[in-house]
Every structure is written in structure tokens, then in C-alpha cells.
């Protein structure tokens, strides 16, 4: 099964960028429909980009323009390069990973309840 390790979760001034890595392992990996979530506190988990197997990619409106979703198959890592973040970008980033079968996946969803592996979250904050 596909296990997911993000880093690069930190503190950070209005405006500036960071850049979010997910370093998959597992059967499954590399082949998998990837995305980024986040969820602030009192707020529901917010689908934020996702990158299938064929590097088709897909951004909510409230990232659209700012973040980039880039994944390396190489090493089987998703990234998440994030720029002009604002405060309203604080909160627990979440890689998580959704394997359909030894085709690959080339879906193109946000919703959460498609994705079937999770990393442990890494915290961006904003201020």
C-alpha cells in the first residue's frame, strides 16, 4: 500500500512562498492520483490541487494562480510550491494518494472521501 511523509511545513511572512513535499513509498506509488488538502482549525479539510497519473492537474479557486502541484516520478514525490501566501493560507497541509488499480489513476477530483491514503500533515503558517 501506497505511505505517504510530508515536510516542509513552516512559519512564514505574508507574501512569501514555501514549497511542500510528499514522499511516497508503497505499491502503488507512482502511479496513484495525488493531491494536497488543508484543513485550518473549525474549518472543514479543503481540497487544494491534485496531479494525476498523466500529469493532469487541478486547483480550487482559492489556491488557483498562486500554488503549482509538480510531482517527480522518479522518486515518486509530490510537491506543492505555494507563492504569495496569505493568512487565510494557515493550516495543517495533508499529501494524500488514491490508487484505482495497476492502470493508474487519471481522475481529477477534490473530494476528499475519493482519496484512500494520507500522510500525517504538515503545518504551514502565515502571518
Known amino acids: 500500500h501506497v505511505q505517504l511523509v510530508e515536510s516542509g511545513g513552516a512559519s512564514v511572512q505574508a507574501g512569501g512562498s514555501l514549497r511542500l513535499s510528499c514522499a511516497g513509498s508503497?505499491?502503488?506509488?507512482?502511479?496513484?492520483?495525488m493531491a494536497w488538502f488543508r484543513q485550518a482549525p473549525g474549518k472543514e479539510r479543503e481540497g487544494v490541487a491534485t496531479?494525476?497519473?498523466?500529469?493532469?492537474?487541478r486547483y480550487s479557486d482559492s489556491v488557483r494562480g498562486r500554488f503549482t502541484i509538480s510531482k517527480d516520478t522518479t522518486t515518486k514525490t509530490t510537491f506543492l510550491q505555494m507563492e504569495k501566501l496569505q493568512p487565510e493560507d494557515t493550516a495543517m497541509y495533508y499529501c494524500?494518494?488514491?490508487?484505482?488499480?495497476?492502470?493508474?489513476?487519471?481522475?481529477?477530483?477534490?473530494?476528499?472521501?475519493?482519496?484512500?491514503?494520507w500522510g500525517q500533515g504538515t503545518q504551514v503558517t502565515v502571518s
Open positions: 496531479i494525476n497519473r498523466k500529469g493532469t492537474v
Open positions: 494524500a494518494a488514491r490508487y484505482t488499480g495497476i492502470s493508474g489513476c487519471y481522475a481529477t477530483s477534490l473530494d476528499s472521501a475519493s482519496f484512500d491514503r
Open positions: 508503497g505499491y502503488g506509488a507512482g502511479i496513484a492520483c
